[in-house]
């Protein structure tokens, strides 16, 4: 089956692919070219800071949780060079750094759509509030400000806005997207097998009915409210709008230019931005003639890395960082393979200098083996040294599966876990076979079911049941391994599983999670449990050198293009490549669901 949906892909978007291999080949041709001059590092090309100098925050990069080593993201193609673009973990420790950095003045918060999921943006939400505590400004400005951009831009001091931009005010949505009459006409039928009960499993939603089902609706309505009821919260308490009053400007569409939201009290004043700039020299003390030094958050940590973790190289903290869809093998940079990350767990296992691990889930699942057999790595861990999860964006379906066994689960408000539930799914193409393309097949087997899993035939009932069998033990295992960690009966996860979905505030009054923090709560909280003040971090998997990551990096490079240039259509194309992931048993989120 898998065979066959990369023969029918791989020829629908060869030509495109084709293509773009030609692109693809020219940049390793660049790389290889300055390589040298690449090596030789951007710490030392970074510029000293001044007296007076700002940290200028422009999220224009897709935030990760661990820092981005891809050389074709990073390259300054201007001066030949590389600048560091910091994850959520290093921006943090940034924005941390610089708020006891004399040179520092301030942060310039330039920003428009934020690239990063609603945990992470609440993370960094929480590190520019703790940075204004030190005396220093949070200053805002935007041409066009986002939903989300709003959000963040709440925590500082002052909101400036172009005087024709434009802000958006509207309230969070997610759209489904069905496949169902499209494979209809293909002649291809979807065969979903779920265990019994797991009714909220939507992630097979798409390939067999053409809306949502009313368990669907039902969860996603929950969470995306329990996610707006924070943002607005937090909003509130920043701007001094009442909630209800935040609720009728987004019901009313009552924000529509940068005007209507300064007069509604969500800015604070429209300015041109050589008038902000200005602005911002007065409040650095400087004249308007000489020259602002703004400092990018990437060109900061090159030159304050060395800082950034001091402590006892004797006590250690590891943060094992697990980051993308979970997949059985070894993986790649932007998944999560069993191989590679119990391969990072016994790595901080076996390190005597490694007090506790907190391990940094932020994944949809994917894999129930592979999660099974991370979530044994865990165990094995948690028996020697304390484990403590801190979950992202997201930490559903396997990426709670690995995440149950912890001594303690921190989680963002904003964060999508739970999922627990499984699901199969094959594929009948008998008719895009026989009756669109005119391919007819013919079988020689020795077994009455020989030729099980094969996409050319309907399933006979005894299949179906034999898959509906292994679903079902897999649920009960996953319900099981909920039981042990999280010190439940397995009737009372079994009521709050069924593949629901739950923002991380709820998941903490269901009992799913202890704490809501974030990576920074999880590794203290891991420093106290073993009784240590003086540590360092060590991250983990540790960075590659340049030329491993330039190789390791082409594949996500090439979806990165695709992903620019297909825009909407690049939605419709993550569809079409679940079909061949979904081989064996799943644990995992919603293929494309996406929260605007």
């Given at each position: 089956m898998n065979n066959f949906w990369k023969t029918f892909f791989g020829s629908a978007f060869g030509a495109m692919v084709g293509v773009m291999v030609s692109s693809v080949l020219a940049v390793v041709l660049v790389f290889v070219m300055i390589g040298a001059m690449i090596g030789s590092g951007s710490e030392s090309k970074a510029k000293p800071l001044g007296s007076a100098s700002v940290l200028h925050l422009k999220l224009d990069y897709a935030l990760s949780d661990q820092t981005n080593n891809n050389p074709f993201e990073n390259l300054n193609r201007g001066e030949f060079s590389t600048t560091s673009k910091p994850g959520l973990y290093d921006l943090v420790k940034v924005i941390n750094h610089a708020s006891s950095d004399d040179k520092i003045k301030g942060i310039y918060l330039e920003i428009s759509e934020v690239p990063a999921g609603m945990a992470n943006a609440q993370e960094l939400r929480k590190a520019l509030v703790a940075f204004r505590t030190s005396g220093k400004f949070?200053?805002?400005?935007?041409?066009?400000?986002?939903?989300?951009?709003?959000?963040?831009?709440?925590?500082?001091?002052?909101?400036?806005?172009?005087?024709?931009?434009?802000?958006?005010?509207?309230?969070?949505?997610?759209?489904?997207?069905?496949f169902k009459r499209l494979l209809d006409k293909m002649g291809v039928q979807a065969e979903v097998f779920r265990p019994e009960g797991n009714k909220f499993k939507s992630a097979v939603e798409p390939f067999f009915l053409e809306k949502m089902s009313p368990e669907n609706r039902a969860q996603t309505f929950k969470f995306l409210n329990t996610m707006w009821a924070e943002m607005v919260g937090e909003m509130s308490d920043s701007r001094k709008i009442a909630v209800a009053d935040m609720n009728r400007i987004a019901d009313g569409l009552e924000i529509y230019n940068t005007m209507s939201a300064v007069k509604l009290g969500m800015a604070d004043s429209l300015l041109y931005k050589d008038q902000f700039i200005s602005l911002m020299k007065k409040k650095c003390g400087i004249e308007d003639k000489e020259k602002l030094r703004l400092v990018g958050p990437g060109e900061y940590f090159d030159l304050v890395k060395s800082k950034l973790n001091e402590g006892s190289k004797?006590?250690?903290?590891?943060?094992?960082?697990?980051?993308?869809?979970?997949?059985?093998?070894?993986?790649?940079?932007?998944?999560?393979?069993?191989?590679?990350?119990?391969?990072?767990?016994?790595?901080?296992?076996?390190?005597?200098?490694?007090?506790?691990?907190?391990?940094?889930?932020?994944?949809?699942?994917?894999?129930?083996?592979?999660?099974?057999?991370?979530?044994?790595?865990?165990?094995?861990?948690?028996?020697?040294?304390?484990?403590?999860?801190s979950m992202g964006n997201l930490a559903a379906s396997g990426g709670y599966y690995i995440s149950c066994g912890a001594n303690k689960i921190y989680a963002d408000p904003g964060t999508l876990t739970g999922s627990i539930g499984v699901f199969g799914m094959l594929y009948n193409a008998q008719g895009l076979l026989n009756d669109k393309l005119g391919i007819l097949t013919d079988t020689v087997k020795t077994n009455r079911y020989s030729d099980f899993f094969s996409f050319a035939r309907n399933m006979e009932d005894a299949e179906k049941t034999y898959l509906n069998r292994s679903v079902n033990d897999i649920y009960q295992l996953f319900l099981k391994r909920v039981s042990?960690?999280?010190?439940?009966?397995?009737?009372?996860?079994?009521?709050?599983?069924?593949?629901?979905?739950?923002?991380?505030r709820d998941a903490l009054g269901l009992g799913l999670v202890d704490e809501l923090g974030t990576l920074q709560d999880a590794i203290a909280a891991a420093a106290k449990e073993v009784n240590v003040t003086d540590y360092?971090?060590?991250?983990?998997?540790?960075?590659?050198?340049?030329?491993?990551?330039?190789?390791?990096?082409?594949?996500?490079?090439?979806?990165?293009?695709?992903?620019?240039?297909?825009?909407?259509?690049?939605?419709?194309?993550?569809?079409?490549?679940?079909?061949?992931?979904?081989?064996g048993v799943q644990a995992r989120m919603p293929f494309n669901m996406e929260i605007q």
């Open positions: 949070v200053y805002t400005y935007s041409d066009v400000l986002t939903q989300k951009g709003l959000y963040l831009a709440t925590a500082g001091d002052k909101i400036f806005l172009n005087p024709a931009g434009d802000v958006e005010f509207k309230g969070l949505s997610t759209t489904f997207i069905s004797d006590n250690k903290i590891a943060v094992v960082f697990a980051e993308g869809e979970i997949v059985y093998g070894k993986g790649d940079n932007e998944t999560i393979g069993n191989e590679s990350l119990c391969k990072q767990l016994q790595k901080a296992r076996e390190d005597d200098k490694v007090k506790a691990v907190v391990l940094r889930v932020n994944s949809p699942g994917g894999s129930a083996l592979a999660s099974e057999i991370i979530w044994r790595e865990v165990e094995i861990t948690k028996a020697k040294k304390p484990v403590i999860v042990d960690g999280r010190k439940m009966s397995v009737a009372n996860v079994d009521s709050i599983a069924q593949g629901r979905v739950w923002a991380g360092s971090i060590m991250t983990l998997p540790e960075s590659g050198d340049f030329w491993q990551s330039l190789f390791e990096q082409k594949d996500n490079t090439v979806d990165a293009y695709m992903k620019k240039n297909l825009g909407e259509g690049y939605k419709i194309l993550e569809g079409f490549r679940s079909l061949e992931q979904t081989r």
